[in-house]
């Protein structure tokens, strides 16, 4: 019989079968969820046994010493978190009930997840694709039932958009996949069939979406109660919502005016900075080489300082490949998405935005301002494809003593696996291009390109918690990102907007980063001169993507 984490997750996988293809388990490939009302009351009713089995073999604790010893009882304790945020997504009515992209996320995502990861044989993608398209009608023809909760005009724009662009990806370039996955003429008459059908699905829906009277007074905040257990139970974090945004808020002027000093330095003013490091790029040429380059320096940096054991998953960055270019743009179509923990491959790919000679060269010249060495350093190598999620990801897959650690950060549809694994996830991977900044590693613009970040996670997280306990509307969270931070007017929106539909998820990143720190200077302040960033850092990651604050006591209670 198996153990209650083991039903808990075997729970988990059945109820989200697209969680569990972009995990590694196989079972649920040809499955997309059902979503409706009835069958969420049942969850709930599993909720309750589950609960039931996890309280006999493992009462609830705070005794954090004994759950640092204990990884079953600290699995549970997480088990019963993670329901309780699944049970307040239920009832709050403000996810499944409210948000059309994400239906359209997940039955986009259930299919485009098979064609970036396909199981290990041809014939058994293109089974599980096809089978998945066909299943997209039935999804999405729930939709309309379960979507009563007034919608947001910004979050129905977003469904929209999602259902045309699949509409297309599915009708006119299932074949492009088709050819590079070598099918054979039977297979690849079900794939496209099922892709026409699953097309027609995505146009009726978008239709219908366009039809549903606009809102625009629709409520765009969870509420402040239900964000207090967001923050409680989600993050594992003992302050209350008001308490972390007035030290957000003080920690904003320093950040300000740490980012204003260091973009003098290496640009000559503030207004300079943004043209410097967009002159600042690789050629055509050099460019697919310049990530794997500085991924290589970032390793040797890593190793010089002893900052932690980096594993070896091969990485290699590609080009998006040609079937996905006209998508991805437009969809949460993620350069990383962190590797199957529970499926091994031998080499794991990085997309990036293609640039070749081929192109136009206004167009060429645009894509390498975008992607030049600030954000191939940074984003891309520091914080992504290696220091940060790449190695956190390899801790969290062979080291973790936690089971529910070690699936939960994964990228699924439109979010990860779990929400406890968010702060420790964002919070190392920005941790680590702090880390990137302090111990020497950045050019003097990498430097004020990362300060500005800083400022830029600080303002996501006065935005989440303001935003979503009524301290801001939807107009004044734009505002505020426009003017206090510069984004401008577009990406302040697209911002917010992103920020509504996922709240307690932007605070994360300040929340695990400033939790991280927090930690090290109480683990160096009682072990002095015998203090090691590898030993520290190999610590915290070896609890997995748990909550950087649980985590904290954890390695504090331990003797």
């Known amino acids: 019989m198996s153990s209650p984490i083991d039903q808990f997750l075997e729970q988990y996988f059945f109820r989200h079968p697209v969680n569990a293809t972009f995990t590694g388990v196989r079972l649920y490939d040809h499955e997309l969820p059902d979503w409706t009302r009835e069958v969420r009351d049942d969850e709930q009713d599993e909720f309750e046994a589950l609960t039931i089995a996890l309280d006999d073999a493992y009462p609830a604790s705070e005794d954090w010493a004994e759950l640092a010893r204990n990884p079953a009882h600290?699995?549970?304790?997480?088990?019963?978190?993670?329901m309780d945020i699944r049970q307040l997504e239920f009832e709050s009515r403000f996810f499944h009930d409210k948000n059309p992209a994400l239906w359209t996320g997940e039955a986009l995502f259930g299919v485009i997840g098979l064609m970036l990861r396909p199981p290990a044989t041809v014939e058994e993608a293109f089974a599980s694709i096809a089978m998945r398209l066909h299943d997209l009608p039935r999804f999405l023809a729930d939709m309309p039932a379960t979507l009563t909760e007034p919608m947001p005009p910004r979050w129905v724009d977003r469904a929209v958009r999602e259902c045309l662009v699949g509409a297309d990806l599915f009708r006119s370039?299932?074949?492009?996949?088709?050819?590079?996955?070598?099918?054979?003429?039977?297979?690849?008459?079900?794939?496209?069939?099922?892709?026409?059908?699953?097309?027609t699905a995505?146009?009726?829906?978008?239709?219908?979406?366009?039809?549903?009277?606009?809102?625009?007074?629709?409520?765009?905040?969870?509420?402040?109660?239900?964000?207090?257990?967001?923050?409680k139970r989600g993050h594992f974090c003992d302050v209350d919502a008001a308490t972390l945004l007035q030290r957000a808020q003080e920690a904003m002027p320093d950040a300000r005016e740490r980012f204003e000093s260091l973009a003098i330095e290496a640009a000559g003013s503030v207004e300079a900075l943004a043209e410097a490091i967009a002159e600042d790029h690789p050629s055509v040429g050099s460019y697919l080489a310049a990530f794997a380059d500085r991924w290589e320096q970032c390793r040797e940096f890593a190793a010089d300082h002893d900052l932690v054991e980096w594993g070896d998953w091969p990485l290699r960055y590609v080009p998006i490949p040609a079937w996905a270019a006209e998508a991805a743009p437009q969809l949460y179509?993620?350069?990383?998405?962190?590797?199957?923990?529970l499926e091994a491959r031998d080499e794991h790919l990085y997309l990036v935005t293609p640039i070749d000679a081929s192109l136009p060269e206004v167009?060429?010249?645009?894509?390498?301002?975008?992607?030049?060495h600030s954000v191939i350093t940074l984003n891309h190598v520091v914080h992504h494809g290696a220091l940060g999620h790449h190695v956190?990801?390899?801790?969290?897959?062979?080291?973790s003593t936690s089971k529910i650690g070690t699936v939960a950060a994964v990228d699924c549809a439109s979010r990860i696996g779990l929400f406890q694994g968010g702060s420790m996830a964002e919070g190392w991977a920005c941790y680590a291009t702090e880390l990137a900044d302090e111990l020497g590693f950045l050019t003097p613009l990498e430097r004020a390109s990362e300060q500005q970040s800083r400022v830029r996670m600080l303002a996501r997280a006065i935005v989440d918690i303001s935003l979503h306990t009524g301290l801001m509307t939807f107009d004044d969270a734009v505002d505020y990102y426009e003017a206090e931070v510069g984004m401008p007017r577009a990406a302040a929106t697209a911002e917010a907007t992103k920020n509504s539909m996922f709240p307690g998820t932007a605070v994360m990143y300040w929340l695990g980063t400033q939790g991280i720190l927090d930690l090290r200077d109480a683990v160096q302040s009682k072990e002095g001169g015998a203090f090691s960033y590898r030993t520290f850092h190999d610590a915290l990651l070896s609890r997995g993507a748990i909550p950087v604050l649980l985590a904290a006591k954890l390695l504090l209670a331990e003797d």
């Open 74 to 82: 600290l699995d549970a304790e997480l088990a019963r978190a993670s």
């Open 173 to 199: 370039k299932l074949a492009m996949w088709l050819d590079a996955a070598g099918a054979d003429d039977a297979s690849r008459l079900w794939v496209l069939e099922a892709g026409e059908v699953a097309a």
């Open 202 to 231: 995505l146009d009726d829906a978008a239709k219908w979406l366009q039809d549903q009277p606009v809102l625009e007074d629709a409520s765009m905040s969870i509420g402040a109660e239900a964000y207090d257990v967001l923050l």
């Open 333 to 341: 179509f993620l350069f990383y998405r962190s590797p199957s923990p």
């Open 363 to 372: 167009e060429r010249e645009r894509r390498l301002r975008a992607w030049n």
């Open 392 to 399: 956190q990801n390899w801790h969290a897959t062979t080291r």
